[in-house]
Structure formats: C-alpha cells, structure tokens
C-alpha cells in the first residue's frame, strides 16, 4: 500500500525513484528493492516523505459517520 503511494507521490512532484533514493543518502538499487519486497517501514514512509516536501498523516474515520476517530502524524 505505502509503496504505491510513494511512488504516486514521487511521480506527482516530478522526481524518480533513483533521485530519492539518492536525497535519502541510498542506492537506488537498495531502495528499489525495498519497492520490489514492499518492505517499506514506517521510518522509511516518513523519510521518503521529508525528502519530497510532505508530511505523513494517518486518520482513522468511521465510514457510517466520517468522523475522525484517531489522527497521528508519523
């Protein structure tokens, strides 16, 4: 799941793959692999995000009513 949106998320502000991993002092073949095993952990989702200008949020919501049960920022 994460590993997609990464990839969205690097598409969207136009930078590849090889670059962020690059900008996470990374190879590009480590941190491809990482996408191939989808073995992305939760250290990995909020540096991959710093390094493309974003933050990571998760929200909880109950899908009857849509209100927000529990929101954390990694």
Known sequence: MFV?????LALKKGISL???ARRLG??????NTKFKRNSIKDH??????KALGCEVEI?????TTG??????KL
């Open 59 to 63: 929200i909880y919501r109950d899908k």
């Open 4 to 8: 997609e949106d990464l990839k969205v």
């Open 67 to 72: 209100e927000v049960i529990y929101e954390s």
């Open 26 to 31: 990374e190879s590009p073949q480590n941190y």
């Open 18 to 20: 090889s670059e962020l």
């Open 44 to 49: 990995d989702l909020k540096e991959s995000a």
